[in-house]
């Protein structure tokens, strides 16, 4: 297992690997995310619960919208499983995102997920009419993290079968 947080470059990787699965309805191989978030803390957090959750996940974090559009582009091999987008970031906000990355082509396929501390009824519907697929309020605690990724990790599982 490796979890590297470096603030000194732009993007980091997180992979996590084991020897067994503890629950085996976790077991989805070969999971890869982009986290778009402009707040390190909120990085290190996700990170953190992807890690609690026992998958074997490897995430790209970029910290703004123009950051991942130039992974994106410059890295057409790369195609996430999942993308989580932070709504509120500087430069370009998660919904201005959403809608830059259903234009590229080689991942407009790619299930985005608008990751943010509102909870507003009209950011929800807004950023569906973009382009995301899903909708995630950021918890208070590591703990309901895990548990509202975790759970958002099952339920996808079953949706894609």
């Known amino acids: 297992m490796s979890y590297i947080v470096d603030r000194n470059i732009p993007y980091i990787w997180m992979t996590k690997t084991s020897d067994?699965?503890?629950?085996?309805?976790?077991?989805?191989?070969?999971?890869?995310?982009?986290?778009?978030?402009?707040?390190?803390?909120?990085?290190?957090?996700?990170?953190?619960?992807?890690?609690?959750?026992?998958?074997p996940v490897e995430c790209v974090v970029a910290n703004d919208g123009f950051?991942?559009?130039?992974?994106?582009?410059?890295?057409?091999?790369?195609?996430?499983?999942?993308?989580?987008?932070d709504l509120n970031m500087p430069r370009m906000n998660g919904k201005q995102c959403v809608k830059e990355i259903k234009k590229i082509e080689h991942i407009s396929h790619v299930p985005v997920v608008m990751y943010s501390t509102s909870s507003s009824q009209n950011d929800v519907e807004e950023s569906?009419?973009?382009?995301?697929?899903?909708?995630?309020t950021k918890p208070t605690s590591i703990y309901t993290l895990t548990k509202t990724l975790s759970e958002f990790f099952v339920g996808s599982k079953k949706r894609h079968r």
Do not use: R, S
């Not at 077991?27 to 953190?48: A, R």
């Not at 950051?67 to 996430?80: G, K, N, W």
């Open 128 to 136: 569906k009419k973009l382009g995301a697929d899903y909708f995630i």
């Open 20 to 55: 067994y699965v503890k629950y085996t309805y976790f077991m989805l191989p070969g999971l890869t995310c982009l986290l778009i978030d402009d707040d390190i803390d909120d990085q290190e957090i996700f990170l953190m619960a992807l890690q609690d959750i026992n998958l």
């Open 67 to 85: 950051h991942a559009l130039e992974i994106l582009h410059q890295d057409t091999m790369f195609v996430p499983d999942y993308i989580f987008i």
